[in-house]
């Protein structure tokens, strides 16, 4: 069998996100979920961003983000998402392009726009996103090429996949080759809403096709239906290879079949903005254990990389990331 070329291909939703800082009044008179990602149509989506104020638009999107900060990094990355050949579309693609993310799935000509993420940033870091689909429900089995898939240590898939049924078509297919060709499967289950909504069909997933499991304690929580993390973490131990739990300021957990591994926050002299958090955690630990690093020094990468993503606004790095990598091998101080 050929060594892959890719360390990592990610799958999701290709969005654009839209930034803006936002007072907690402005969530309230709009009735918006704060700190949840909600899905909305095109007519809420153009009367939300009229209301917003004055923001910054970026490629964005949980599995794109990932892959972005996973290139920043260092590392091989490709990425699998849809997105219509317009305005918004081209943004997309020239992003992840200049960020070396490789990208080459075919834009629709016709159809729904390019989507979008209206991200609402409060003065807490609490970040609340607002997502119009677009072009991103247009993804599916055919967009799935199985020389890509099979070129690739790790494939990579966001749980919002499972809210179009052709993405979570596409997403089943990927998986099935990944096995095929003795690849790894990895999962983020994005959101506890999104667990909420799918919890039966992601269970048996996590359960059965997924190798390296993303989470954070919330979620992880609504997969298993407890409200103890420890339990949590017991059941979740028998299901995957690995699994890497973030808790916020209490940092993360990592298991894996015989071992368990605390891992602190990295130092941040100012949390700005937790958007992209757990997306550049999982770029960093993917990035460690595609390069053989043992599973503390995966948590601890993922750890600085979140950390340069919440000390300022958006959901790219602004720092050079890669100097973490080295950084890794030492133990977080504060």
Known sequence: MA???????????????VIARAEDSFLTDHALAKGAMTLISAEQSEALYDAMGVGIEASGGSAANTMIGFALLGGAAGYIGKVKKDTLGDVFRHDINA????????PASDGTPTARCLILVTDDAQRTMNTYLGACIELGPDDIREDVIADAKVTYMEGYLWDPEGAKQAFRKAQGIAAAHGRRVSLSLSDSFCVDRH?????DMVENHVDILFANEDE???????TDFDEALRQVRQHCEIAALTRGKQGSVVVGRDEVHVIDVAPVARVTDTTGAGDLYAAGFLYGFTHDFDLARCGRLGALAAGEIISHFGAKPEADVARFVDASARPLSG
Do not use: F, K, M, W
């Not at 960020?99 to 075919?106: E, I, N, Q, S």
């Not at 919890?199 to 269970?203: A, G, N, V």
């Open 3 to 17: 060594q892959p070329s890719l360390d990592v291909v990610g799958i999701g939703n290709a969005i654009v996100d």
């Open 220 to 226: 992880i929580l609504s997969l298993y239906q407890l």
């Open 99 to 106: 960020a070396g993310v490789r990208y080459d799935t075919a």
């Open 199 to 203: 919890r039966d069909e992601l269970r």
